[in-house]
């Protein structure tokens, strides 16, 4: 059973239009949800740290935000250098491990 | 700071062969671990370590070993190496309840 699934697979958007992605997760006593952003043939790349529901943190054109059950990264007028794979990843409490989702593949169009 | 290394970038084996991957962080950092990304896998875990003499297995470890002899280094080692263990290697470090900061990666490949 996914601890984290990640939605959609992909998505393509135009130059300019906003959208958000999603990152659900069923792990008990989270201890820190990871937003990463990976280009191809390269490693990913830290984004943010959320700890608890309520929490928002933001980058530039990127916002991300956690609730109990899901986070959301939001993408604010997006350029065609957004365009990568956004994984997700949780801590579970009385663990270290990082678990990834598949992630959530992203092409902005000029 | 040179972050989080890995060596060697691409490697060809053949099936049978052993070989070790090497990462290396200069950032002091406790946690260490490996992850194997596949197509339509994800990133799976497959040890990682909390500090010095420390290890412990993650979601694949199988085939697969690790030793943590000081907090730079923690090698992985391919003791006879198979098609199924083709794959992209990324190995990450972090300050325990932190984030984790990536590797380049390792591009493996068994025939």
């Known amino acids: 059973e996914d601890q984290v699934t990640q939605s959609p697979e992909a998505l393509r958007l135009q130059e300019g239009e906003s959208s958000s992605l999603n990152c659900s997760y069923t792990?008990?006593?989270?201890?820190?949800l990871f937003w990463y952003r990976q280009d191809p043939g390269k490693g990913p790349e830290f984004l943010f740290t959320?700890?608890?529901a309520g929490e928002e943190k933001e980058k530039e054109r990127l916002k991300a935000t956690l609730t109990k059950k899901e986070s959301f990264l939001h993408i604010t007028a997006p350029k065609p250098e957004d365009s990568a794979t956004y994984l997700c990843?949780?801590?579970?409490?009385?663990?270290?491990?990082?678990?990834f989702g598949k992630g959530t593949k992203l092409t902005v169009n000029p | 700071n040179a972050g989080v290394t890995q060596t060697p970038k691409f490697q060809v084996l053949k099936t049978g062969q052993s070989m070790t991957l090497q990462c290396a962080q200069d950032?002091?950092?406790?946690?260490m671990s490996w992850y194997r990304q596949d197509p339509g896998m994800g990133l799976r875990l497959i040890h990682y370590?909390?500090?010095?003499?420390?290890?412990d297995q993650g979601e694949v470890p199988n085939g697969y070993n690790v030793s943590r002899s000081t907090t730079e280094d923690f090698p992985l080692r391919l003791l006879s190496a198979a098609p199924s263990q083709t794959s992209v290697y990324f190995c990450?470090?972090?300050?325990?309840?932190?984030?984790?900061?990536f590797g380049q990666g390792t591009r493996l490949t068994v025939v």
């Open positions: 990450a470090s972090g300050v325990r309840n932190t984030e984790a900061f």
């Open positions: 792990v008990s006593g989270l201890r820190g």
């Open positions: 959320l700890y608890s």
């Open positions: 950032m002091n950092h406790e946690y």
């Open positions: 370590s909390v500090g010095a003499g420390i290890t």
């Open positions: 990843a949780v801590r579970q409490g009385g663990s270290e491990k990082l678990v």
